[in-house]
């Protein structure tokens, strides 16, 4: 396996600095994750986090709108920054010559944004239409709103924002989340590709070394949980999700919870796509995935079919769901480690699965895997200990929502 | 960084590019079939072929043939188009020989009437899926309302209607007469060696049936049209329009993809700013869609039902100004620094690399490093866009709408 750069470097602000040095790749990325997700809006102001994803990048420092976006272009930048339920993250990639001239734009936009009111005007109007977008796109909605039902607040509000909340929203609440939370505090910058780490680390001191400012606080999460499990919708398929409790990133039996997941749900020869649509050909799509918070963690499990086959569909997936504690094979972990290997390696063609990876082991263990622990903690992994995992996190207490038509029956065996 | 190129007695073509600095090796096999190729009955069948395929053949089942992917770890999936069927995958180079192994066996699967019988299932449910999403119903509607009488009109999926009616015996005879060695062109990037392709592809192609079928690339002469879905339940209008532009082999190509990328890129565009960052529209986009002997400009407009007028006026605007004056050195300038970055972060995995060789073999008969892309990049000038611009420039010819609206305001 690969032998890693890596180094990591704390300011003294707080912000942490973590650089992989890449061989073989001409390009470099970065990501920068501040403490400014869904967790931290005041109640019934959902969309604060999205709007301001939106106005930072409206104009900063010395730019106006148009001229940053023309020198990110300029510079060849892929960007984007994207609001979560934790941290608010930038993420891009360009040559890396560039890379110093980029930090300087991306130092801009977190430390010296304009956020005016005539660009927060036309970041809302904007915020509604992707809203109101997302109402068409059943499945979207569906994995928004079975978050919303499986997770409780603060964690459940939807990144994108809502449209019940987004009217209650002004220019001082994006302020004030931008005040409290674009912070170094809790902030993580990942680096990655052909660098000199040395350097580069200077360089970001030398440009965020003004940012200030203590981590803010969890919001309270006042507002009322949704309870329906059925949303009513004139289409030609039912969207099906079920949602379960698992073990996050940061546990130690996080590695069984990832190999049970993809017996069901990694590859065309796991559980689900085998059962569901390769021998009964109930749905195209269909699939699980472990989504992770710090602290908690669901199995969220998705399939989309014709309105009349939606029923079968619905127990017979749940079926295989919880059958997994009734045994593994050999075959099944051997695939899954393979699978993991491959992975893992070709991680390292891509500097920016390798910036937002790091960020992302940073923010759950406050330590980084490397790409040979990972593989390691995955083939230490034996069918006993699957067993074990499912048994204790059994696919129970399930939540069911369905978009469609009808609703359905969910019965859950005892 | 080094191309080879061979080909079979029996017509496979293989291009290669090899990189020893990579991790993985990407391959595919590109086959010229797809939706144009079909007739009205056979609507869909290349698509469904795809799927097919993974059911195996007499050797390898359809869980053996999944099985022995995921054993290997491979990245692996396929595609239709309305002009090739590709099946790809991306592995580490020590799996190279099985992964190759299988998806040159599944090329010539058994298409067995219960597989077949099981997939239509899926491939109804699939047409199912994409009927609930209005942004890809709009692009098939447009394509069938600007191609009309043009074999570029034809569904990729078909219909619930031609697939119910589709018959083993027929895909049968489609597949013994287009997956033929003269249509398939074997596309390799990554860290492998040339005498492995070539021990590989002769093991395992050379009994492959010669042969190659006809296509009509003649260009079409769309002469545009209207059409309005009203649908339930969809709140945003979700609008496509096509007009001509230059065929995939025209060398006019290059600045088409700039000037789009200028006009209509999803940020930092004149659509862009016009439109989406004032928030009169949730996208407005302008692409290049190339086709063999046909292409076309296509707009993509998702707004309120209410605001559809006053930004297909908008656009039109834009369009005539670009028509009339072009586009100014900053510009262009601007744009190149933009896809040269594209085309150079793609371009680091193996499987970035794919279609870009296989496009170039297909349509041109060429090869085009990375860099050959980016020096033809940077050479292009003013007068090349004004150039395409006389002979290919933006409209709105055919119009698709999908949501609220009954009908488009006038």
Redesign the interface.
């Known amino acids: 396996m690969l032998n890693q750069k890596i180094k990591n470097h704390t300011l003294n602000n707080g912000l942490e600095i973590i650089t992989e040095k890449m061989d073989a790749v001409r390009s470099a990325a970065i990501a920068l994750s501040i403490p400014a997700g869904g967790c931290y809006e005041p109640s019934g102001k959902n969309g604060v986090a999205s709007l301001l994803s939106d106005l930072m990048l409206r104009g900063a420092g010395d730019y106006d709108s148009r001229a940053l976006s023309v020198a990110f272009d300029n510079l060849g930048v892929q960007y984007h920054l994207s609001p979560g339920w934790h941290q608010l993250t930038f993420s891009a990639a360009t040559l890396a010559d560039r890379l110093p001239e980029m930090l300087k734009l991306v130092s801009d936009v977190f430390l010296r944004p304009h956020l005016e009111q005539k660009s927060f005007e036309m970041c809302k109007i904007g915020r509604e239409q992707t809203l109101r977008s997302i109402e068409d796109e059943p499945r979207q909605k569906l994995m928004i709103e079975l978050r919303r039902r499986t997770y409780s607040p603060p964690w459940n509000r939807p990144s994108e924002g809502s449209l019940q909340d987004l009217p209650e929203i002004d220019l001082q609440d994006v302020r004030s989340h931008f005040e409290q939370c674009s912070v170094p505090a809790g902030a993580i910058l990942g680096i990655a590709g052909d660098i000199n780490a040395g350097q580069i680390v200077s360089h970001c001191e030398e440009l965020f070394k003004d940012w200030a400012g203590d981590a803010p606080r969890l919001s309270r999460g006042t507002e009322p949980k949704p309870a329906s499990n059925h949303i009513e919708h004139d289409s030609t398929q039912t969207q099906i999700g079920i949602a379960y409790r698992a073990v996050p990133y940061r546990d130690p039996d996080y590695y069984r919870a990832w190999t049970a997941v993809n017996i069901l749900s990694g590859g065309m020869s796991s559980r689900l796509f085998t059962k569901v649509r390769e021998e009964r050909g109930l749905c195209y799509a269909i699939g699980a995935s472990l989504n992770t918070l710090k602290e908690e963690a669901r199995i969220l499990c998705y399939a989309g079919t014709t309105n009349d086959r939606a029923q079968e569909t619905l127990e017979v997936t749940i079926n295989e769901l919880k059958n997994i504690d009734q045994g593994v094979t050999e075959s099944e972990l051997q695939r899954c480690q393979v699978r993991a290997k491959s992975a893992l390696i070709m991680q390292e063609e891509s500097t920016m699965a390798r910036a937002s990876s790091l960020v992302r082991d940073w923010f759950h263990l406050g330590r980084i895997r490397t790409l040979q622990e990972v593989r390691e903690q995955i083939e230490s992994v034996r069918a006993e200990d699957v067993l074990a995992y499912a048994r204790q996190y059994p696919a129970s207490n399930l939540n069911v929502l369905t978009i469609g038509p009808q609703p359905l029956q969910v019965e859950e065996p005892v | 960084m080094k191309f080879e190129q061979d080909r079979l007695a029996n017509g496979l073509k293989i291009v290669a590019e090899l990189n020893s600095?990579?991790?993985?090796v990407a391959f595919g096999f590109f086959v010229r079939t797809g939706s144009r190729d079909e007739t009205d009955q056979l609507s869909g069948v290349s698509h469904f072929l795809e799927h097919m395929v993974?059911k195996g053949t007499d050797k390898y089942s359809?869980?053996d043939v999944?099985?022995i992917?995921?054993?290997?770890?491979?990245?692996y999936n396929a595609s239709t188009s309305e002009e090739v069927t590709l099946f790809y995958a991306?592995?580490?180079p020590e799996?190279l020989p099985v992964a190759f192994e299988m998806f040159s066996s599944i090329l010539y699967p058994s298409l067995r009437d219960d597989n077949f019988k099981?997939?239509?299932?899926?491939?109804?449910?699939?047409i199912?899926?994409y009927?609930?999403?209005?942004s890809f119903t709009a692009y098939e509607k447009l394509m069938q309302v600007h191609f009309a009488g043009h074999p570029l009109s034809r569904s990729i999926l078909g219909t619930v209607e031609s697939i119910t009616a589709l018959k083993a015996e027929q895909m049968r005879a489609y597949h013994e007469s287009h997956y033929l060695a003269g249509n398939m062109t074997l596309v390799v990037a990554g860290n492998v060696e040339w005498s492995t392709i070539v021990d590989l592809s002769n093991r395992y192609c050379s009994h492959w049936p010669a042969g190659e079928t006809a296509r009509d690339t003649s260009e079409a002469h769309p002469t545009g049209g209207t059409l309005v879905l009203p649908k339930?339940?969809?709140?945003?209008e979700?609008i496509a329009q096509m007009s001509p532009a230059p065929p995939s082999a025209s060398p006019l190509r290059f600045a088409a993809d700039v000037l789009t990328t200028i006009v209509g890129d999803d940020?930092?565009s004149r659509l862009y700013?016009e439109l989406?960052?004032?928030?009169?529209?949730?996208?407005a986009e302008l692409s290049y869609n190339d086709y063999d002997g046909s292409s076309g400009y296509m707009t993509y407009l998702?707004?309120?039902p209410e605001d559809v007028k006053e930004n297909l006026d908008a656009i039109s605007r834009i369009y005539e100004d670009v028509n009339k004056n072009g586009v100014t050195a900053q510009e262009l300038?601007?744009?190149k620094?933009?896809i040269?970055?594209?085309i150079?972060?793609r371009s680091?995995?193996?499987m970035g690399r794919l279609s870009a060789l296989g496009n170039n073999w297909i349509y041109r008969k060429e090869y085009r490093s990375v860099q050959d892309d980016l020096d033809t990049l940077q050479s292009l000038t003013l007068q090349d866009i004004d150039d395409l611009l006389q002979q290919y420039p933006l409209g709105q010819l055919s119009t698709v709408a999908i949501?609220p609206l009954e009908s488009l305001p006038e």
């Open positions: 600095k990579v991790h993985s993974f359809a869980e999944n099985r992917f995921d054993e290997v770890g491979a990245h991306a592995v580490l799996y099981m997939e239509k299932q899926v491939i109804l449910e699939e199912g899926m009927d609930d999403m209005p339930q339940g969809v709140i945003q979700h940020a930092n700013w989406v960052a004032s928030g009169r529209a949730e996208a998702t707004c309120n300038e601007q744009t620094n933009k040269a970055s594209r150079v972060l680091e995995r193996p949501g």
